[in-house]
């Protein structure tokens, strides 16, 4: 006897739905391998500043504690990064975590990034929402509040 499985369905639930808020002269840019991604538009010759929101999916028992983890040994394994700032909050009304550093990239010099990681059940399932925000130091002194607001606007729903 066959049977069948579907997605999405009980066994398989659809993504966590998933939206930000963007300050005027931000836009929404459909971007490979994100689920959501905001740019501010500049001069073509520099660092675009962005926020992309990407998703994984885990079993049920993965926990914030796992993602938090997996992003402080990311930042840690970044030659020269400099952690600004870390701590635990609550992202879109779920336990999170957001971590704040900067190194240096060859073709743009100092980037500041922004991580922020929500876990979200899901079902039987666990989604993974990691939101990226990214700029250059120059371009953060005077735009790193938009970069943060778009990131606390995150809402998340199943």
Same mark, same amino acid.
């Given at each position: 006897?066959? &049977?069948?499985?579907?997605? =999405? @369905?009980?066994?398989?639930?659809?993504?966590? !739905? %998933?939206?930000?808020?963007?300050?005027? /002269?931000?836009?929404?840019?459909?971007?490979?391998?994100?689920?959501?991604?905001?740019?501010?538009?500049?001069?073509?010759?520099?660092?675009?500043?962005?926020?992309?929101?990407?998703?994984?999916?885990?079993?049920?028992?993965?926990?914030?504690?796992?993602?938090?983890?997996?992003?402080?040994? &990311?930042?840690?394994?970044? =030659? @020269?990064?400099?952690?600004?700032?870390?701590? !635990? %909050?609550?992202?879109?009304?779920?336990? /999170?975590?957001?971590?704040?550093?900067?190194f240096t990239d060859p073709r743009v010099g100092t980037l500041v990034q922004a991580v922020r990681v929500v876990v979200v059940a899901n079902g039987g399932v666990s989604d993974?929402?990691?939101?990226?925000?990214?700029?250059?130091?120059?371009?953060?002194?005077?735009?790193? &509040?938009?970069?943060?607001?778009?990131?606390?606007?995150?809402?998340?729903?199943?």
């Amino acid at each position: 006897m066959t &049977s069948r499985i579907s997605y =999405p @369905g009980p066994q398989f639930p659809a993504p966590v !739905a %998933l939206s930000l808020d963007l300050p005027e /002269g931000w836009v929404g840019n459909p971007t490979s391998g994100t689920v959501l991604a905001a740019f501010k538009p500049g001069s073509s010759n520099e660092f675009t500043p962005n926020v992309v929101v990407t998703t994984s999916r885990f079993g049920a028992d993965y926990r914030v504690e796992s993602a938090v983890e997996a992003v402080q040994q &990311s930042v840690n394994e970044i =030659p @020269g990064a400099v952690v600004l700032g870390s701590e !635990a %909050l609550d992202i879109a009304g779920f336990p /999170g975590f957001r971590i704040e550093f900067s190194f240096t990239d060859p073709r743009v010099g100092t980037l500041v990034q922004a991580v922020r990681v929500v876990v979200v059940a899901n079902g039987g399932v666990s989604d993974l929402v990691t939101v990226t925000g990214s700029a250059t130091a120059t371009q953060a002194k005077t735009m790193w &509040s938009e970069v943060q607001a778009v990131q606390q606007s995150l809402t998340a729903s199943v």
